[in-house]
């Protein structure tokens, strides 16, 4: 209950203050004649009748020229605390006023948006942001608002067209955003096993954005399943230029496509190629695979050793406790069973995948972050060196 009285204060002394201007400009209000509505809206909020106390303070504060940003601030004041439902009222008495200008009529449009965008009425909220477009008026904010609601649509084609018109109004460029929009249509067209215009799709994306990982490992990937184990080697080794910290994403697929050809050779010199430039988690333990077929579990367990001292890491730790229970050389061998038992149990409990801007963890790969709604920001863990 107190909450509410905290919330509705500031407007009661709003209303009490512009009830006094008026009363000063025009000598026609006494504080008799204005005192029973400010005290019947406290008497509704301290009995636990917030509406009722909304309508009254909304009442003494009537809309005019020095009032609109009184309102709005109210209305903002609801949405931000969650109370949608007031927002909306206060945002729609004030754009039913025939005596607003354009510039406030049209702000009053954008929080009323807001609004039904917070209550999660899409239709609504954007026939209003379109009307903002018409208007000519708040147009950044409003296309913001759009790509926004767009993409909870996941509708990837209008998400395309309001990024570039945005990019265009703000100079700032999408083709970030543009790159993953591709990817997102290029996806649907493999559901739908149309493999020419999924092609189409990633060639846009790889024009919109170079460096987008995404859809590398789409074209890789695909490239894998036809039967093209060299295309595929080629197109996902271009990860470690784009960004190395996607490594582990595709090494299992380029591992695969050099057994399919047979060249054991070339994908040893390879993993140390990448050791050697990025120290790269993934490609340690795979590359401790190998050696531990030449060499046996000692020689991989010196090699891990060797990398361990300068990054520490759980999942290097763990694959070189289980290279000394297979050694079976330990007096500790009970106790490296319980270690390796604890570092699974670790390993399976935390997160894969971390976003690098706000820091959401996820289990599995998000190329949208869930939290701060970031394209290409969430990124392996382990490929981070993180213990």
């Known amino acids: 209950m107190m909450e509410f009285f905290w919330l509705l204060l500031p407007v009661a002394a709003a209303s009490g203050w512009w009830a006094a201007k008026r009363s000063i400009s025009r000598q026609e209000v006494t504080v008799a004649d204005r005192s029973p509505g400010y005290f019947s809206g406290l008497n509704y909020l301290l009995n636990e009748q917030p509406d009722k106390a909304i309508d009254v303070f909304i009442k003494m504060l009537e809309v005019d020229s020095d009032t609109v940003e009184t309102h709005l601030a109210l209305g903002n004041l609801f949405r931000r605390r969650g109370e949608v439902d007031r927002a909306i009222r206060i945002h729609q008495n004030l754009i039913a006023r025939p005596m607003l200008n354009r510039e406030q009529r049209a702000q009053a449009l954008l929080e009323l948006g807001q609004d039904y965008m917070k209550a999660g009425l899409f239709d609504r909220a954007e026939s209003l942001f379109n009307e903002l477009g018409e208007m000519n008026m708040f147009q950044a904010q409003a296309l913001e608002n759009l790509l926004t609601i767009y993409q909870e649509e996941r509708d990837w084609d209008k998400c395309l067209q309001v990024a570039k018109q945005l990019g265009q109004r703000t100079g700032k460029s999408r083709r970030k955003e543009c790159a993953h929009y591709y990817c997102e249509l290029a996806e649907e067209a493999q559901f739908r096993k149309d493999l020419i215009k999924t092609s189409q799709l990633l060639k846009k994306a790889q024009q919109s954005d170079e460096d987008c990982v995404r859809a590398t490992i789409l074209q890789g990937k695909i490239e894998a399943m036809n039967g093209s184990p060299k295309n595929a080697i080629r197109t996902l080794r271009q990860v470690e230029k784009q960004d190395p910290a996607y490594l582990s994403e595709v090494l299992p697929a380029i591992i695969e496509c050099y057994r399919e050809l047979g060249n054991r050779k070339e994908l040893?010199?390879?993993?140390?190629?990448?050791?050697?430039?990025?120290?790269?988690?993934?490609?340690?333990?795979?590359?401790?695979?190998?050696?531990?077929e030449d060499e046996g579990e000692e020689g991989a367990i010196r090699f891990l050793s060797s990398y361990l001292h300068a990054h520490p890491n759980l999942e290097g730790l763990d694959r070189m406790v289980g290279l000394s229970l297979k050694a079976g050389k330990s007096d500790g061998l009970e106790s490296l069973q319980i270690l390796q038992q604890i570092l699974n149990k670790i390993l399976e409990s935390r997160a894969a995948y971390q976003c690098v801007s706000c820091g959401f963890s996820a289990k599995t790969m998000h190329w949208q972050c869930p939290s701060c709604k970031s394209w290409g920001s969430i990124k392996p863990r382990d490929e981070l060196h993180e213990i």
């Open 268 to 292: 040893v010199r390879y993993l140390r190629k990448l050791y050697e430039l990025h120290q790269s988690v993934s490609s340690v333990l795979a590359l401790t695979d190998f050696i531990q």
